[in-house]
C-alpha cells in the first residue's frame, strides 16, 4: 500500500480544490536557451510553508541546473506545460503555459 501510494505522488497530477490554503503561483513563464526552454517559476504559500512543484507535459524533458528548470521539447508544434505547486497539507494551485516551436 505505502508503495502505491508513492507511486501515485509521481503518476498522478495534484487535486486542485477550491477550499483551503493553496498556493499562489504569481509567475510561469519561459525564455528560449538554445534548444531548451529555461522556466521561471514564482510561487507562494500564503502561510510561507515549503511548496514542493510537479511540472508535466506530452512531449519533451525536464532538467534542472543549479537550481534552474529547462524544459526541452522532443516535437515541434503547440503544446502545453503544466505546473502543480503543493504545499505541506496537500493544498494545490496549478498554471498552464502554452507553448509553440
Same mark, same amino acid.
Given at each position: 500500500?505505502?508503495?502505491?501510494?508513492?507511486?501515485?505522488?509521481?503518476?498522478?497530477?495534484? +487535486?486542485?480544490?477550491?477550499?483551503?490554503?493553496?498556493?499562489?503561483?504569481?509567475?510561469?513563464?519561459?525564455?528560449?536557451?538554445?534548444?531548451?526552454?529555461?522556466? @521561471?517559476?514564482?510561487?507562494?504559500?500564503?502561510?510561507?510553508?515549503?511548496?514542493?512543484?510537479?511540472?508535466?507535459?506530452?512531449?519533451?524533458?525536464?532538467?534542472?541546473?543549479?537550481?534552474?528548470?529547462?524544459?526541452?521539447?522532443?516535437?515541434?508544434? @503547440?503544446?502545453?506545460?503544466?505546473?502543480?505547486?503543493?504545499? +505541506?497539507?496537500?493544498?494545490?494551485?496549478?498554471?498552464?503555459?502554452?507553448?509553440?516551436?
Amino acid at each position: 500500500d505505502f508503495a502505491k501510494q508513492v507511486d501515485t505522488i509521481f503518476t498522478d497530477n495534484p +487535486e486542485v480544490t477550491e477550499k483551503g490554503v493553496k498556493p499562489e503561483i504569481n509567475v510561469f513563464t519561459f525564455e528560449k536557451e538554445n534548444e531548451a526552454l529555461k522556466l @521561471k517559476i514564482e510561487a507562494k504559500d500564503p502561510l510561507d510553508r515549503p511548496l514542493w512543484y510537479k511540472l508535466s507535459a506530452d512531449k519533451g524533458e525536464f532538467t534542472s541546473k543549479d537550481g534552474v528548470v529547462y524544459f526541452v521539447p522532443d516535437a515541434e508544434g @503547440k503544446q502545453e506545460i503544466s505546473l502543480y505547486a503543493v504545499n +505541506e497539507n496537500g493544498f494545490a494551485a496549478s498554471s498552464v503555459l502554452e507553448i509553440s516551436i
